[in-house]
């Protein structure tokens, strides 16, 4: 009998742990849809600030919760859109001067999380070594910081399934001559979307408080409302918070190309609201 009752515990823990661990998030019923409403209203440059606000009582009426990922989603959407909004751009050098003299808000222990670009032939093209040259600089700047470099195994003919963030880590090592044990490596993500679901179990494996999102200046804002809202969704979900402190980017495109792409943050968390939030 005894022995029954210590393997029924047994069982009744490892449920525990398994769905603790693998716990997913997502609205409360009835809030997906004003969700999608609320994005779309913010796409729309024309949209009068009350109408938002209005959709903000209501999914806050339905759930507290998911009243405050909305109110941080709407926050950090004012600040990026706005024109006075500062982006930090690598100009060649080996430091990061210009983020340095922007004086981040860096606090405890801080992460460059680096996005990935597709490859070609399982070879990185020159904007994702681009984005690494960046980021190579942020490390020197910032010695204290850890690099997380992210996504999958893309791109045509790429038989050995070279991935973004393995090809990264190794050009940061190889290239750069940046220290392996400060880079972390997230394979999975075939999508933004799924870089900023992904990188936050790293950063809370890492104990990681600020955040920098690197990656090519068109491809920032877009990202950035993907991860300001990946963080709003985990602090909620789990307690764990942790704060977008910068940005810094590889000049790829025109500066307008930054600030037109950043709809597209909003058309991915739409679809990204739609299902359940994975949050481990």
Known sequence: MKTI?????????????FTTAHADWQPAEGNGPLFAQLFSLL?????DGSAVEGILQEICRQNEGDGEIARAIVDHWNAVTDPAYRMYLYRGGETAGELEDSGPEFS?????????????????????????DAAAAAARSFPDAVLITTGGATGPNNPYE???????????VQKHGIDAGRIFTETEAMTTAENAVNAFR????????TFTV???????LWAQVLFNA?????????????RMAGNYSYP???????????RKGLRQLTSLFMKPVRTE
Request: hydrophobic letters at 45%; proline letters at 0%.
């Open 252 to 262: 790829a495109r025109a500066a307008e190309a930054a600030r037109g792409s950043v």
């Open 108 to 132: 405890g222990k801080h992460a460059f999380v680096v996005l990935g670009y597709a490859l070609s032939d399982g070879e990185m093209q020159e904007e994702l070594i681009g984005r690494c």
């Open 5 to 17: 009752k210590k393997l029924s515990a047994l069982i009744a823990a490892l449920i525990l742990l």
């Open 162 to 172: 070279y991935t973004e963030a393995g090809m990264m880590k190794d050009y940061l």
């Open 214 to 220: 690197v990656t090519s200046n068109y491809h920032q």
């Open 202 to 209: 790293i950063m809370r494996e890492q104990g990681i408080e």
């Open 43 to 47: 796409e729309d440059d024309e949209t």
């Open 230 to 242: 990946m963080a709003a969704v985990w602090e909620k979900d789990t307690g764990y918070r942790v």
